[in-house]
T-cell receptor, first 117, second 115 residues
Framework: NAGVTQTPKFQVLKTGQSMTLQCAQD?????MSWYRQDPGMGLRLIHY???????DQGEVPNGYNVSRSTTEDFPLRLLSAAPSQTSVYFC????????????????FGEGSRLTVL | AQSVSQHNHHVILSEAASLELGCNYS??????LFWYVQYPGQHLQLLLK??????LVKGIKGFEAEFIKSKFSFNLRKPSVQWSDTAEYFC?????????????FGKGTKLSVKP
């Protein structure tokens, strides 16, 4: 198992450019999500998906789009990059969609460091 | 809205010192609690978790945490830290019955251990 794989690891964009951060997991997890990590801010949820064809917004969704056409993939699109989107992005997944009495571990990818000039 | 507070932004300890990192959450219902660790340049890894049962939870690498419901706290402890524990530590919460992966993270505590 590769776990959660993110590409690219590093990217530099100019303001206004668009790009897609890729995320794939091979653990057959229902749930996938994107977080951004900024210094002193912890991790904030951007978008999440509880299954193929289902997505929803997290805490900071503006400027980002997602889709979930397959169980394995959950790409994050920046439509028109802004300097405020300079951050480290983490994709994460977990097996089941609901928080129960036996919540499983959230598995994180290695991160994608994005700089917007 | 739910929130998670970590009291210390940066903690500096010498090797063999004891560690306690504070975490408080604000939510009146039932929650699951987590501590994640992020070593320099790496992704987050689960250190330990609590969802029910014994409020004293043991995790990897000698870490433990105690859930005190009346104080809405889930403090992380280690009796004797090592240089290799230098990392950033994140407390996180999710709401029982909500979406499992929607963790609410604290802002993190950076731990520096001097050899």
């Amino acid at each position: 198992n590769a776990g959660v794989t993110q590409t690219p690891k590093f990217q530099v964009l100019k303001t206004g450019q668009s790009m897609t951060l890729q995320c794939a997991q091979d653990m057959n997890h229902e749930y996938m999500s994107w977080y951004r990590q900024d210094p002193g801010m912890g991790l904030r949820l951007i978008h999440y998906s509880v299954g193929a064809g289902i997505t929803d917004q997290g805490e900071v969704p503006n400027g980002y789009n997602v889709s979930r056409s397959t169980t394995e993939d959950f790409p994050l699109r920046l439509l028109s990059a802004a300097p405020s989107q300079t951050s480290v992005y983490f994709c994460a997944s977990t097996k089941t969609r609901l928080a129960t009495t036996h919540t499983g571990e959230l598995f994180f990818g290695e991160g994608s460091r994005l700089t917007v000039l | 809205a739910q929130s998670v507070s970590q009291h210390n932004h940066h903690v500096i300890l010498s090797e063999a010192a004891s560690l306690e990192l504070g975490c408080n959450y604000s939510y009146g219902g039932t929650v699951n609690l987590f501590w994640y660790v992020q070593y320099p340049g790496q992704h987050l890894q689960l250190l330990l978790k609590y969802f029910s049962g014994d409020p004293l939870v043991k995790g990897i690498k000698g870490f433990e945490a105690e859930f005190i419901k009346s104080k809405f706290s889930f403090n992380l402890r280690k009796p004797s830290v090592q240089w290799s524990d230098t990392a950033e530590y994140f407390c996180a919460v999710n709401v029982r019955g909500g979406s499992q992966g929607n963790l609410i993270f604290g802002k993190g505590t950076k731990l520096s251990v001097k050899p």
